[in-house]
Structure formats: C-alpha cells, structure tokens
C-alpha cells in the first residue's frame, strides 16, 4: 500500500527521459546512423528516381519527359549490351567461389611453409584492382602478352583478348576472378578451422568419403562462410567498374561496359552530361540490386528465426 | 593599352629597371584574382606559372591565387566550380565545347575586349571559335596544328616522297605495306584519334562547309556524301595502312610503332612530336606533311584546336581578369609562352614571331598560308558531346569491323535525330 504512491510519485519526479529510458535509448544510439544513412543513402536514391523523369544536362533547367528516358533504354543497344554484360559478370564472377573452396581445401594442410603458400594465393586480394587490371592487360597485350606466347608454344594462333568485343568481357571477368577466388579462399579456410572433426570422424566410420564427404559433411558445415562468399561476389560483380576503366575503357566501341560504367559515361564522363538518363540507368540498376538485397535480407532473417 | 604592353616586354625582358617602370604603370588593378587552370602537366604549367608571375609583377597589388586541377579532372570539375564558387579566369576550350556554359550563362560575354583593335586586328584568325550568337565568350592563349608526322628515313628507302593528292598518298601507303611496316599507327582506345582520321576525310571529301553543317547536325549521317567519305576510309583500312589491333592502344602507347619503324606516319596533333624527339627520333628521321587534297574540288581545311581562357560570370574581380586576358594575347607573351622551351605550339597573335623549330614554323605556314577552306577545332569540339562520343565509337568501330558500316551510321543517323532536336 506504501510502495503504489512511492513509485506515483518517483515517476512524476522523474523527468521524461529517465521514464522512457529504455524505449528511447536505442533510438538515440542509432540516430547518428540513422541520420547519415537517409542523407546519403536514402535520400540520393529517391532523388535518383525523380531525377529519371527529367532531361538534365546538370547545369540548366530541368525538363519533365516524364517516363521517356526508359522508353528510350527500352531501344538502346548500348544499354542491353551492358545490361547483358551485367547479366554475365553475375553468373561468372560466382566462379570464385567453387574455386576459392578448392583451394582453401588444397591449402588446409599441414606441411612445412603452408603460411607462406597461403599468404601467396591470398596476395591477389591484398593488391589494388587497377594494378590487377594493368597486369592482366599486359597479359592479354596482342603481340608482346604472355597469353599470346604461351597459346604460340603449343601451336594457336594470337588472340586479341581485349579487343575482340566477343571475347573481351570474359577476358576482365577472368583478371576479377583472380582477387575475388583468393577472397572466397580465405573465408574458407577459416570456415574450414570450424568444422566439426568429430563429424567427419563419423562419417569416415560410415565409409563416407571423396566427393561424398566433401558435399555431404563438409560443405553444409561451410554454409555460413558459403552464403558471405555469395554476398561478396554478387557485390563485387555489381561494382566490376574500376577493372573495366582500366583494361577497355568500356571498349571496343563500348562492348565490355556494364550499367555502372555506361551510367556513368552518360551522366558523368567527359561527353556525358545526361542526368536524367544515368538516373534512368541508375534505377534499373538499382531494382537489379534489390533483387540480392532482398534475397540476402530474407534469409539472415530466416537464420535469425531458426536460432 | 600601351604602357600595358610595355609592361609586358619589361616583365618578359627581366631587367630590373623597366621592371620598375612596370609596377609603376600597373598600380590600378587591386584586390584578389583567382585563376584556374587545367595545364596539370610538368611543361605547361611552368609555362603558365611562370607567365602569371610576370603578371603579378606588373600588379603588385593585385593578390593572385591560382589553382592547378589536373587536365581530366577539371573537364568534369569544371561544371562545379563555376556554378558554385567562380573564379575569375579559367582555362577552357573553344567552338561547342564551350557552348554549354555560354547557354548556361556561366562565361562572361567578353565582346568588349574584342572590339579592342589590338586584339581585334591581331586575333582574327581565331575570332570565329570563339564566336557564339555573334559574341566572343573568351580568348585563346595557344592552338596547334594537325597534320602527318612521318619518318623521312622510311620514306627516303623505299624512294617515296610527301603526297600531294590523294592517288600519290595511297601509291605512298601500298608501298610501305609492301615493305612489311604499316602506313600509319593509331592508338583508338580512347576513341578521339579515330576523330582526327574522320575530320581529315571528311574535310578533304566534302570541304569544310559540309563538315560544319554536319556539326551542326544538318546533314544526315546515312547521306552518300559522307558514306563518300567512309568509302575513302576503307580504301585505307582494306591496304592495311593501320596498325593492327589500335583499339587495345592509346595515342601513346601506338608512338612505339613509329619509333621502331614498325610504322612510317602518324596523323596526330603537334604535341606528339615531343615524345616522338623523346623517344630517340631526329629531326632528319622526323618529318611533317599537311594531309593531301582528296577531292581537287574543296578547299583545304585544317584542324586546328585551341586552347582558351574565359571569364566566369560569377567572376568577382572582372576588371583584372579583363587586363589578365588582353595580358595572355599580347604578342609578346604570346611568343613567349609558345616558344619551344614553353608550350611549343602556334602563338594567336599575328604580330607575335614563331619558335624556330621545324614543325612550328610548317604548321605557322601551313594554317596562316595554306588553309583557305577554313580551321575547323577537331571532331569532340566541332560537335556537340553527346554527338561526338557517339560518333567516335562508331568510328573505332568502322575501323576494326568495316562491313558494319550500315549499322554504324543508322545509329548514328538516330542519334543526330535526338541530339539536335
């Protein structure tokens, strides 16, 4: 009976924050994120949209077109080249990780320097993309590259890597791949460090082994370092510009560009100056994006539920 | 005017005592001037330092700031800065390249100082790039000619001598196919020097006039006149003229080949022969031609860009940003600055005097004597952006695939379409 008008009165004593303390401090904790999160996130994608309706050259007035910059994406053959660009440097650059799992389980060994050869296969990573872009554009050079040497040694005829438009694109997915295996590689092989040895105990007591016991035991024990390597690589992927910059410019005659680089040729680049249609081609790329946003989404939401 | 002048010979002759004479003339022009430029590379912006500071010699009183943006950069930078934060001299370039910004209202309508009959008389030549809704929006400071630099030794073995129509330059070329060395080298990555190839083509097929129109998007690209033109190229390409796979190289990156001999000429700007010099080349190895009369029926027209200084218009000190322009023009700081320990290019000013080196003085005498057509800027300045970038790739890729020519030009016939609609 003492103790109801106590607390009556403690509250009213108290002021306002201290009553809502703990409903309010985590919102205070991530305001700051929050905050910068919308101005440079949020915000910019919302003014990306509104900025697809009109023709801009970012110095003049704005013109309403209304949905005419994507009826005239929808006849680009410039854009569905990227577009279809983009589509392979998605299903390519996944490579990396089958093969960034085979090494990491080449390299979980235990001989003597293994450190070294670890350190060695990672060394792609470490090393910035121009540099990988400038080493691989040498080994692809026409005459003097090393791949023209090598195929001449058992007998084919030289190629031009990056100036064929059929085959330049695969030839700047093959130098990211480099990196990108060496990155899915070390996640491995820290997802390899936690996988259960009694496990595999067991299944080496069931006759399991091989292929079986690489798909059946140890890769589902890997699922977590799996689903980052898928993350990382799909990003990467979208973000393939600066290799692209580097080795072709986005050539010859613009059959190695992606959404970023033509986006970025026609809003930013030195004849650009379209605003509104790299706002259009951001968009799209954009709902690409949202596409992988929202699958990685649903299933950390899924792992958290399971939990 | 005058004593201006004087001042500057003083500041340039570096004697102490009309120096002083200089301050003493130059005492009007107070307050801050903030000059930007885009000369980032070692030579010309010594050249450029060193002329500002003779500037600032003549005006004391006068706090120069100035800020060098690296050459690429500021082509993109530039459309922030003078939006946002002027300064009162910027370096830019002539013909359509600036006219974004004179229709945006960003440069200062400078027709004043070209009413000056120093300028006026002496400028003419490049009065008309700089020339949009009869206004003149900036001044020159430097052009250069293009043209063929070719290796004379090369010539000399195989018996060949400069083309002077356009049988005798393919005759030329098929001999030096035959010798195993290709005519020209070319480095198309970056897409612009395909554009000088086009601009010379086409000038010579269908004369400056037709050129023009074409810029100014009056002629449709499916139109037989400049298939012409494509016809011409292709003769080139089917003889093997071109160095092969010159879409993997920059325009440096294809100097190697006429360096070694691999091949014998290239159709580049005047700035190519310091690195060709650089790169172990004498003068008795290294030669210059103009580009020959392909149709005997047009004038010859050259390209010829040039480089200029505007004034913002949100420029606060316009009164010596005036007097820095009529400066940079004079004739004498005009030969000063493009001798050939400085820029190496063409002066503007009539009455300046030419370095006297072998490519300067041809090309002084090839545009001032031997150009009646008409200066065009080049290709990505006579055009309009999105035009040339378009236009530029379908030309790299004519060059490598010349049977896609049909395709090439209906995309760029819808493109001209919607750019000058």
Redesign the interface.
């Known amino acids: 009976m003492t103790l109801a008008p106590q607390t009556e009165i403690d509250r009213q004593g108290r002021g306002w924050y201290k009553r809502n303390e703990i409903a309010v401090t985590p919102w205070l904790f991530l305001a700051p994120a929050i905050l910068f999160f919308a101005v440079y996130v949020i915000i910019p994608i919302f003014q990306s949209i509104n900025l697809s309706f009109y023709n801009w050259d970012g110095l003049g007035e704005k013109t309403w077109v209304g949905l005419d910059n994507y009826v005239q994406l929808a006849d680009d053959p410039a854009f569905e080249v990227s577009l279809w660009n983009n589509v392979k440097w998605l299903v390519f650059y996944l490579l990396a990780i089958p093969a960034g799992l085979f090494i990491a389980l080449f390299l979980n060994q235990t001989v003597t320097g293994i450190r070294l050869y670890k350190s060695l296969f990672f060394f792609p990573f470490v090393i910035s993309q121009v540099v990988v872009g400038l080493v691989f554009s040498w080994f692809y050079l026409p005459n003097e590259g090393l791949l023209n040497g090598i195929l001449g040694l058992v007998g084919l005829g030289p190629i031009n890597v990056l100036g064929d438009p059929t085959l330049a694109t695969y030839g700047i997915i093959a130098a990211g791949l480099w990196p990108q295996t060496a990155y899915c590689m070390i996640l491995y092989l820290t997802g390899l460090n936690a996988v259960d040895p009694e496990q595999v105990e067991a299944a080496r007591l069931d006759g399991a082994k091989g292929w079986k016991m690489l798909w059946y035991v140890i890769v589902p024990q890997l699922k977590p370092a799996t689903f980052i390597a898928f993350v990382v690589t799909i990003i990467g992927a979208l973000r393939s510009f600066d290799l692209i910059s580097i080795m072709t410019n986005g050539g010859p005659f613009g059959q190695t560009r992606v959404l970023s680089f033509y986006m970025f040729e026609k809003a930013l680049a030195e004849f650009g100056f379209r605003m509104g249609y790299g706002a259009a081609i951001a968009v799209v790329l954009f709902l690409i994006m949202l596409v992988f946003i929202a699958y990685f989404l649903w299933s950390m939401w899924q792992e958290e539920r399971a939990r | 005017m005058r004593s201006m002048f004087k001042a500057s010979v003083a500041a340039l002759g570096l004697t102490a005592i009309t120096a002083g004479g200089a301050i003493a003339d130059g005492h009007g022009l107070s307050g801050d001037l903030k000059i930007f430029l885009d000369t980032s590379n070692p030579a010309p912006r010594a050249t450029m330092e060193a002329m500002i500071a003779d500037f600032a010699e003549i005006h004391p009183n006068l706090n120069i700031e100035t800020t060098v943006i690296d050459r690429?950069a500021y082509?993109?930078q530039i459309?922030n800065f003078l939006?946002a934060d002027a300064p009162d001299v910027a370096t830019w370039y002539a013909a359509n390249r600036m006219r974004?910004?004179v229709?945006?209202g960003?440069f200062e309508d400078v027709s004043d100082l070209w009413a000056e009959p120093e300028i006026a008389e002496n400028l003419a030549s490049t009065k008309g790039a700089m020339t949009i809704d009869d206004k003149q929006w900036g001044v020159p400071y430097t052009y250069y000619q293009w043209g063929v630099y070719y290796r004379k030794d090369i010539y000399e073995e195989l018996g060949l001598s400069e083309p002077s129509n356009w049988d005798e330059f393919k005759a030329n070329c098929q001999a030096i196919v035959d010798s195993g060395r290709s005519c020209f080298t070319i480095g198309s990555?970056?897409?612009w020097t395909a554009g000088g190839w086009f601009d010379y083509l086409n000038l010579r097929t269908n004369g400056f006039d037709f050129h023009m129109d074409m810029a100014a998007g009056d002629v449709e690209w499916t139109d037989d006149r400049v298939r012409q033109t494509f016809a011409n190229w292709r003769e080139l390409i089917d003889m093997g003229a071109f160095v092969?796979?010159h879409?993997?190289y920059s325009w440096q990156e294809a100097l190697p080949f006429m360096v070694n001999g691999e091949s014998a000429g290239y159709l580049m700007g005047n700035f190519a022969v310091a690195p060709l010099r650089e790169a172990g080349l004498t003068d008795d190895q290294l030669d210059f031609y103009q580009f020959p009369a392909i149709n005997p029926d047009v004038a010859l027209a050259e390209d010829a860009p040039t480089d200029t200084f505007h004034i913002p218009s949100g420029a606060t000190n316009k009164e010596a940003a005036r007097e820095f322009l009529r400066f940079v023009v004079s004739s004498n700081v005009q030969t000063e600055i493009n001798n050939g320990q400085n820029l190496g290019q063409l002066p503007v000013n009539a009455a300046s005097a030419v370095d006297n080196d072998k490519f300067l003085n041809e090309g002084f005498a090839m545009l001032s004597t031997n150009s009646p057509g008409g200066v065009a800027q080049f290709f990505?300045r006579d055009f309009p952006?999105?035009m040339?970038?378009e236009a530029m790739?379908?030309f790299?890729?004519f060059m490598?695939f010349p049977d896609n020519l049909d395709d090439i030009l209906n995309?760029l016939e819808s493109v001209r379409q919607?750019v000058y609609q």
């Open positions: 690429e082509k993109t459309r939006t974004p910004y229709e945006a960003l990555k970056f897409l092969e796979n879409q993997n990505d952006a999105e040339a970038a790739q379908g790299q890729e490598v995309r919607r």
